[in-house]
């Protein structure tokens, strides 16, 4: 499913745990990290497609989980010409995508990278905050620091965060 201008519904998973760490995801066989994401199907909610690709990509069902906020709108990010297939159609330039952060309530025992027949990823790790804004495939890095940056007062409620990488 793409939209009229391109871009592919999508939504992004940001996991915490108590410690307020994120966990980072690195695909199969590549050396590229980052954070559970998937399409939001054309008879899908936001809520529905993140429930579904958590299941997915990452074992945990509802129980496993708390929603503790979501971006307000979408967050987009154009793909570099070499990453379009020019041959689909529609054509897909980016995506945009709204991004959850989830506590794991949970056991980290839960995480399964092979819960389905092809996974996505292959190894995880708990990172700081924002760590990810920082090593993430560049096209996605802005898209990254602004949900982070969003989502940041929900997880650290206090006021205490980890210090804030700038762009």
């Not at 939001?40 to 945990?60: N, V």
């Not at 709108?73 to 793909?79: A, E, H, S």
């Not at 689909?88 to 839960?110: D, M, N």
């Amino acid at each position: 499913m793409i939209d009229s201008d391109g871009f592919r519904p999508n939504i992004g998973i940001i996991l915490s745990n108590d410690h307020g760490q994120v966990l980072w995801a690195r695909r199969v066989g590549q050396n590229a990290w980052q954070f559970p994401q998937g399409g939001i199907k054309a008879h899908e909610s936001p809520e529905q497609a993140l429930y579904r690709e958590l299941c997915e990509e990452l074992g945990l069902r509802p129980e496993h989980v708390e929603i503790m906020g979501s971006t307000r709108g979408w967050l987009r990010y154009t793909l570099p010409k070499r990453y379009i297939r020019k041959h689909c159609s529609p054509t897909c330039i980016g995506q945009k995508q709204v991004w959850f952060l989830l506590r794991l309530i949970g056991l980290e025992s839960a995480v399964k990278l092979d819960a389905c027949r092809q996974p996505e990823f292959d190894s995880w790790r708990w990172v700081n905050y924002w760590h990810p804004s920082r090593e993430v495939i560049f096209f996605k890095r802005d898209v990254y620091r602004r949900a982070l940056k969003e989502l940041a007062p929900m997880l650290y409620a206090d006021g205490n965060q980890p210090c804030h990488v700038h762009s």
